[in-house]
């Protein structure tokens, strides 16, 4: 167990829905950094939280969105479902200054 | 755009055999990590090399890094089956909150 907790861990939907996967950081740590990982596309950098502000994003679409809540705790929220965007969604959590990731479990999507 | 390239992407080797994993990356960075990930599993840290000539061992596996050239190796020495699971590197960026830009992935699988 690595501390960062992710759920739910498979999630299957339809084309056009919306779906939020949740993340809580281990304890202590403040950033949280969200990657979908596919067969084609590999490991990709989504976005960035800080102590509940964005700090910086990657190859987001615009469908996609995420928060970090007061708890740390953050979510990310998928919109208007694609076949495409069937991934596993990983959510790592870093100390400040620190920079080794320390992934969750992922969450599975599939979109049918 | 930072580029980080691995080969091979597949290797399929004997245990006890002896081989090296390539990591290339774009930019000038002093920090670079590897990482483990088995089939369907989360990814975990194994080495983070820190500055121009670093050099990590754990177990079978030894990572060095060579800003210079801008090169990373995992050398696997007498290869064993455990050690059949993808290995990523990655580059952090430091204009996009210190997030990981990964290679493909290098496929490893060690047979009898």
């Known amino acids: 167990d690595s501390g960062v907790t992710q759920t739910p861990k498979h999630l299957i939907t339809a084309t056009g829905q919306r779906v939020t996967l949740r993340c809580s950081p281990r304890?202590?740590?403040?950033?949280v950094y969200w990657y979908q990982q596919s067969l084609d596309q590999g490991l990709q950098f989504l976005i960035q939280?800080?102590?509940?502000?964005?700090?910086a994003k990657g190859n987001i679409l615009e469908r996609f969105s995420a928060q970090q809540f007061p708890d740390l705790h953050s979510e990310l929220n998928l919109s208007s479902l694609e076949l495409g965007d069937s991934a596993l969604y990983f959510c790592?959590?870093?100390?400040?200054?620190?920079?080794?990731?320390?992934f969750g479990a992922g969450s599975r999507l599939t979109v049918l | 755009e930072l580029k980080v390239e691995q080969n091979p992407l597949f290797l399929s080797m004997q245990e006890g055999k002896n081989y090296t994993i390539y990591c290339n990356y774009s930019?000038?960075?002093?920090?670079l990590y590897w990482y483990r990930q088995d089939p369907g599993k989360s990814l975990e840290s194994l080495f983070v090399?820190?500055?121009?000539?670093a050099v990590k061992q754990e177990g079978r596996l030894m990572a060095s890094l060579d800003t210079k050239a801008r090169l990373s190796t995992l050398h696997i020495t007498a290869a064993v089956h455990d050690l059949s699971a993808t290995y990523f590197c990655?580059?952090?960026?430091?204009?996009?909150?210190?997030?990981?830009?990964f290679g493909k992935g290098t496929s490893l699988l060690v047979t009898p």
């Open positions: 939280y800080y102590n509940g502000e964005e700090r």
């Open positions: 090399l820190l500055s121009n000539g």
């Open positions: 304890s202590g740590d403040l950033s």
């Open positions: 930019t000038t960075s002093d920090r």
């Open positions: 790592a959590s870093t100390r400040a200054g620190a920079n080794v990731l320390t």
């Open positions: 990655a580059v952090d960026t430091p204009n996009s909150g210190y997030a990981l830009n």
